[in-house]
């Protein structure tokens, strides 16, 4: 939760005053706060903080009996093996160490006892542990009895130490303790670990180096094989998938679709008109089943109502880039009957759906579109419902709602979120203003409906309105998130219901789809460093793990923690950068690391600015957070006092206090400080690189290149995440004579169409540099048949992305993926770190308590794995 609200949210918690007695209300029945609750639930509630994140996994410690007392003043209703949600009150005027129960819809049902609370508390306080409560027996008068179960630390003597805690304070019993230690035990070992590769080395005479040794001597990998893909093997299966009913061909589409977007068009029509199953079925609908008698059972948090609850109208199109969900929703958009409908999208793409719009739709059919962004914008409500379609970003949505603009005042007709992973963090703007819009429809279009961890899920859930309580974080970690962390099988089971009912996923390479996409073959092409790089590495490494060591051994203080552990990830992108080449770390930047260490506030002349701008580019390289809104960096800005934020949110913070969140120092928008212009290869003339020089991996690249250009009409793209990177290849391209072009974010629009034509037009032209980041969304790089990945980006998500902008529709010609990695540095580690987010299942996305430490402890941990 962002720092101001959490501030927020003490300050109105400042005790809780006795209400007045309230009448007892039937078990089977919903009080009428909570059915107006459960049928609109409120569009401009606050973000409820996540129970578990992608930390430290926590572990069943033990499970004891208990109850909820005070129950009689409150009008919360909970039937037995309903989950509740369990908070802290340390401002309760009566207890301070209270301990609040509310039920899936956030209504009161009363407190844990006093003498369970005062023993729970501490714990709670300190993130030590987490409890999750289940009721066990019916409501009465007084109480209602509860199932308390305590999780902890998964650290073998962090554990020891919290075992010994527990017993003493007589929370958990000794053989239990035993027993649940032997039963995690036995999970991890079911979980498994994965071996890694051995490298092979080429071996044979420069001069005669072929795509055929080439190819011999890497290792071929599927990093999206069947099983590997999450969401598919979540969602209904390829033979399912294409026995599904095919709609008719609209009459108002140009194109022909193909068989499986008709499917496509089938479904997201059934999806907005969804049905109950009938009473005594075995299927359930959006998690909701319905018993003999009629009553409506939510199978994830075991609660039951007699009144039919809302369901969701929409779901998820999560097909494969390039399979058409652009054409499949204009084609839902043009036979789903009357109504405006808002597409959201990022900037990049926003003109394409105009295209598309353009394109496919006979002109006599066709909808007034209107483009709504910028300073020319319409400003009211009623301009807005003059057009059938009306396309905005997400920073204009977000501005707007924000603002109480003309998108929030209008009632759509559906909503489609393109590029939907975007709101996957529910506590950003885009993802409240998003859920804020008021629609019959809802729909979510992306590739990536799950980038690094099942809360992505859940954010996409809360868009669509699903209703039954795991639309609170709280719950859904408590019913999905923690138990899916030990492959437990009811929570997959929960999880593909949802799934196989909500998200329509098919993929490139399934038989039904029959795209007739040539073959993509990817490999891992391991580089052995030159000896006098290897001593390079090997120095940086040393150095590297002594200030690893010294952060961990030295006593921690406010600021200066912080300032130690960014010197140590200074160093570790130091170590990845000299895998490409030595010299992008030639001048080490030892004033940056002596600003980070030894300044609290930094005067702002023109060298420190040059610092500050270098030390945000390592923020920005590493792939930090915001600290205020948790989520990744979007205009990132650091400050005077060298913290880093959001832009929208530092500002935000300036406009409301006047100081940093972090240190508390004073602060304004001159004290910010905003990332160096992206140089391109005019401007990097004076980096004082020695690109003539080639390393071991731009002279692996250069074999690659000649081998790949000796087959007619092949063209390359070169990714690499580093701007500067791109200028040392470049000048080697100039000494090899090759024509190539490029595409960065220093280029304006210009520039970059003129780039994208000569790769597409320009036979002589066979080779495009890329920055990663640019290159991932929105562009169509089919004329090249061959990718290099440079080097490895955290988020394997990313990459495919990239991949797809080659080997998607319209691809005539076999695509070769080559992912450059150095023998034995952190290269090969990051692609473990891929590997594990590609394997959801078997990752743990827990741990509550401090966020901020916690968050701080596992990136500790992944930089103790990649320094290893």
Same mark, same amino acid.
């Given at each position: 939760?962002?720092?101001?609200?959490?501030?927020?949210?003490?300050?109105?918690?400042?005790?809780?005053?006795?209400?007045?007695?309230?009448? &007892?209300?039937?078990?089977?029945?919903?009080?009428?706060?909570?059915? +107006?609750?459960?049928?609109?639930?409120?569009?401009?509630?606050?973000?409820?903080?996540?129970?578990?994140?992608?930390?430290?996994?926590?572990?069943?410690?033990?499970?004891?009996?208990?109850?909820?007392?005070?129950?009689?003043?409150?009008?919360?209703?909970?039937?037995?093996?309903?989950?509740?949600?369990?908070?802290?009150?340390?401002?309760?005027?009566?207890?301070?160490?209270?301990?609040?129960?509310?039920?899936?819809?956030?209504?009161?049902?009363?407190?844990?006892?006093?003498?369970?609370?005062?023993?729970?508390?501490?714990?709670?306080?300190?993130?030590?542990?987490?409890?999750?409560?289940?009721?066990?027996?019916?409501?009465?008068?007084?109480?209602?009895?509860?199932?308390?179960?305590?999780?902890?630390?998964?650290?073998?003597?962090?554990?020891?130490?919290?075992?010994?805690?527990?017993?003493?304070?007589?929370?958990?019993? =000794?053989?239990?303790?035993?027993?649940?230690?032997?039963?995690? +035990?036995?999970?991890?070992?079911?979980?498994?670990?994965?071996?890694?590769?051995?490298?092979?080395?080429?071996?044979?005479?420069?001069?005669?180096?072929?795509?055929?040794?080439?190819?011999?001597?890497?290792?071929?990998?599927?990093?999206?094989?069947?099983?590997?893909?999450?969401?598919?093997?979540?969602?209904?299966?390829?033979?399912?998938?294409? /026995?599904?009913?095919?709609?008719?061909?609209?009459?108002?589409?140009?194109? #022909?679709?193909?068989?499986? /977007?008709?499917?496509?068009?089938?479904?997201?029509?059934?999806?907005?008109?969804?049905?109950?199953?009938?009473?005594?079925?075995?299927?359930?609908?959006?998690?909701?089943?319905?018993?003999?008698?009629?009553?409506?059972?939510?199978?994830?948090?075991?609660?039951?109502?007699? #009144?039919?609850?809302?369901?969701?109208?929409?779901?998820?199109?999560?097909?494969?880039?390039?399979?058409?969900?652009?054409?499949?929703?204009?084609?839902?958009?043009?036979?789903?009957?009357?109504?405006?409908?808002?597409?959201?999208?990022?900037?990049?793409?926003?003109?394409?759906?105009?295209?598309?719009?353009?394109?496919?739709? @006979?002109?006599?059919?066709?909808?007034?579109?209107?483009?709504?962004?910028?300073?020319?914008?319409?400003?009211?409500? +009623?301009?807005?419902?003059?057009?059938?379609?009306?396309?905005?970003?997400?920073?204009?949505?977000?501005?707007?709602?924000?603002?109480?603009?003309?998108?929030?005042?209008?009632?759509?007709? &559906?909503?489609?979120?393109?590029?939907?992973?975007?709101?996957?963090?529910?506590?950003?703007?885009?993802?409240?203003?998003?859920?804020?819009? #008021?629609?019959?429809?809802?729909?979510?279009?992306?590739?990536?409906?799950?980038?690094?961890?099942?809360?992505?899920? @859940?954010?996409?859930?809360?868009?669509?309105?699903?209703?039954?309580?795991?639309?609170?974080?709280?719950?859904?970690?408590?019913?999905?998130?923690?138990?899916?962390?030990?492959?437990?099988?009811?929570?997959?089971?929960?999880?593909?219901?949802?799934?196989?009912?909500?998200?329509?996923?098919?993929?490139?390479?399934?038989?039904?789809?029959?795209? #007739?996409?040539?073959?993509?073959?990817?490999?891992?092409?391991?580089?052995?460093?030159?000896?006098?790089?290897?001593?390079?590495?090997?120095?940086?490494?040393?150095?590297?793990?002594?200030?690893?060591?010294?952060?961990?051994?030295?006593?921690?203080?406010?600021?200066?923690?912080?300032?130690?552990?960014?010197?140590?990830?200074?160093?570790?992108?130091?170590?990845?950068?000299?895998?490409?080449?030595?010299?992008?770390?030639?001048?080490?930047?030892?004033?940056?690391?002596?600003?980070?260490?030894?300044?609290?506030?930094?005067?702002?002349? =023109?060298?420190?600015?040059?610092?500050?701008?270098?030390?945000?580019?390592?923020?920005?390289?590493?792939?930090?957070?915001?600290?205020?809104?948790?989520?990744?960096?979007?205009?990132?800005?650091?400050?005077?006092?060298?913290?880093?934020?959001?832009?929208?949110?530092?500002?935000?913070?300036?406009?409301?206090?006047?100081?940093?969140?972090?240190? &508390?120092?004073?602060?304004?928008?001159?004290?910010?400080?905003?990332?160096?212009?992206?140089?391109?290869?005019?401007?990097?003339?004076?980096?004082?690189?020695?690109?003539?020089?080639?390393?071991?991996?731009?002279?692996?690249?250069?074999?690659?290149?000649?081998?790949?250009?000796?087959?007619?009409?092949?063209?390359?793209?070169?990714?690499?995440?580093?701007?500067?990177?791109?200028?040392?290849?470049?000048?080697?391209?100039?000494?090899?004579?090759?024509?190539?072009?490029?595409?960065?974010?220093?280029?304006?629009?210009?520039?970059?169409?003129?780039?994208?034509?000569?790769?597409?037009?320009?036979?002589?032209?066979?080779?495009?540099?890329?920055?990663?980041?640019?290159?991932?969304?929105?562009?169509?790089?089919?004329?090249?048949?061959?990718?290099?990945?440079?080097?490895?980006?955290?988020?394997?998500?990313?990459?495919?992305?990239?991949?797809?902008?080659?080997?998607?529709?319209?691809?005539?010609?076999?695509?070769?993926?080559?992912?450059?990695?150095?023998?034995?540095?952190?290269?090969?580690?990051?692609?473990?770190?891929?590997?594990?987010?590609?394997?959801?299942?078997?990752?743990?996305?827990?741990?509550?308590?401090?966020?901020?430490?916690? &968050?701080?402890?596992?990136?500790?941990?992944?930089?103790?794995?990649?320094?290893?």
């Amino acid at each position: 939760m962002p720092p101001l609200k959490r501030l927020k949210r003490a300050a109105d918690s400042s005790g809780l005053s006795r209400p007045a007695k309230a009448p &007892r209300v039937a078990s089977s029945q919903l009080t009428a706060a909570e059915r +107006e609750t459960f049928q609109n639930p409120p569009e401009d509630a606050e973000p409820i903080d996540l129970t578990q994140s992608d930390d430290e996994p926590l572990e069943l410690y033990g499970s004891f009996d208990s109850k909820i007392v005070g129950v009689r003043y409150y009008n919360g209703v909970v039937t037995i093996g309903e989950v509740v949600v369990c908070k802290r009150e340390p401002s309760n005027q009566y207890d301070a160490n209270a301990i609040r129960v509310d039920n899936v819809f956030g209504i009161q049902v009363g407190h844990i006892p006093r003498n369970v609370a005062s023993k729970l508390a501490p714990y709670m306080d300190t993130g030590d542990i987490d409890i999750e409560v289940v009721i066990s027996g019916p409501k009465e008068y007084y109480d209602c009895p509860v199932r308390i179960n305590i999780y902890g630390t998964t650290n073998p003597a962090g554990r020891l130490a919290l075992e010994d805690r527990l017993k003493n304070d007589k929370l958990v019993k =000794a053989m239990q303790l035993k027993t649940t230690r032997k039963q995690n +035990e036995l999970q991890r070992q079911a979980m498994g670990l994965k071996s890694g590769t051995s490298a092979v080395g080429l071996g044979v005479p420069e001069s005669e180096i072929t795509l055929v040794d080439l190819t011999e001597t890497s290792q071929v990998v599927n990093l999206r094989a069947p099983g590997g893909d999450f969401a598919q093997t979540l969602a209904i299966g390829e033979d399912q998938l294409s /026995q599904m009913p095919l709609a008719e061909q609209p009459k108002s589409i140009k194109a #022909k679709l193909l068989p499986y /977007q008709l499917q496509g068009l089938a479904w997201l029509t059934a999806k907005e008109n969804p049905t109950f199953p009938k009473p005594g079925s075995p299927e359930s609908v959006q998690l909701w089943k319905r018993d003999a008698k009629g009553n409506y059972n939510n199978i994830g948090t075991n609660i039951t109502v007699a #009144k039919a609850p809302n369901l969701l109208s929409g779901g998820i199109l999560a097909d494969d880039m390039g399979l058409g969900k652009t054409l499949q929703t204009i084609s839902l958009i043009m036979t789903g009957g009357p109504g405006n409908t808002l597409i959201v999208a990022p900037v990049s793409v926003m003109s394409n759906w105009e295209q598309q719009i353009k394109r496919h739709v @006979h002109e006599k059919d066709a909808p007034k579109v209107l483009i709504h962004h910028g300073p020319t914008r319409q400003t009211t409500a +009623e301009a807005l419902k003059e057009h059938g379609i009306v396309i905005t970003s997400y920073g204009t949505l977000s501005s707007e709602a924000a603002a109480g603009g003309p998108l929030s005042q209008i009632e759509w007709r &559906r909503i489609v979120l393109d590029e939907g992973h975007t709101i996957r963090n529910t506590k950003t703007k885009a993802a409240l203003a998003a859920c804020s819009l #008021k629609a019959q429809s809802r729909w979510v279009l992306t590739g990536t409906p799950i980038i690094n961890n099942i809360r992505d899920l @859940h954010s996409l859930l809360k868009f669509l309105r699903i209703t039954g309580g795991i639309e609170q974080p709280e719950v859904f970690n408590m019913v999905l998130g923690r138990p899916l962390g030990f492959n437990e099988p009811r929570a997959l089971a929960l999880l593909q219901h949802l799934m196989k009912d909500l998200c329509l996923r098919r993929l490139k390479d399934m038989k039904f789809v029959d795209l #007739k996409l040539p073959a993509k073959t990817e490999y891992i092409h391991r580089i052995t460093f030159w000896e006098d790089e290897k001593k390079k590495y090997d120095a940086l490494l040393s150095e590297a793990q002594g200030a690893l060591q010294d952060f961990q051994s030295r006593k921690k203080g406010p600021g200066a923690e912080k300032n130690r552990f960014q010197s140590v990830l200074e160093r570790l992108l130091r170590l990845r950068q000299t895998c490409n080449h030595w010299t992008l770390c030639k001048d080490r930047i030892t004033d940056l690391l002596q600003l980070l260490e030894d300044n609290d506030v930094v005067p702002l002349n =023109a060298k420190n600015r040059g610092l500050l701008q270098q030390a945000l580019q390592l923020f920005i390289e590493s792939q930090e957070e915001c600290p205020v809104c948790f989520e990744a960096m979007k205009s990132p800005v650091i400050t005077h006092c060298k913290h880093v934020f959001c832009r929208p949110c530092i500002s935000k913070v300036i406009e409301i206090q006047g100081k940093c969140p972090m240190c &508390r120092a004073g602060l304004s928008e001159d004290n910010l400080v905003e990332p160096a212009p992206e140089k391109g290869i005019e401007e990097a003339e004076q980096d004082n690189l020695d690109r003539e020089t080639k390393s071991s991996k731009t002279d692996a690249l250069l074999k690659i290149l000649q081998a790949t250009l000796n087959k007619e009409g092949s063209k390359v793209i070169i990714f690499s995440q580093w701007t500067s990177f791109l200028n040392v290849i470049q000048r080697q391209l100039d000494e090899a004579g090759y024509t190539y072009t490029r595409i960065d974010g220093s280029m304006n629009a210009t520039k970059r169409d003129a780039a994208m034509k000569a790769l597409d037009e320009d036979p002589k032209t066979r080779i495009m540099l890329a920055s990663l980041a640019v290159c991932s969304v929105g562009l169509n790089l089919v004329s090249a048949d061959t990718v290099v990945l440079a080097d490895s980006w955290w988020a394997p998500a990313i990459e495919d992305q990239a991949v797809d902008r080659v080997h998607r529709l319209g691809q005539t010609r076999e695509t070769t993926v080559w992912r450059l990695v150095m023998e034995g540095t952190v290269e090969e580690r990051v692609l473990d770190i891929q590997s594990e987010k590609r394997e959801l299942v078997g990752k743990a996305f827990q741990e509550k308590g401090k966020k901020g430490e916690k &968050r701080k402890e596992t990136r500790m941990a992944d930089v103790m794995k990649l320094l290893s």
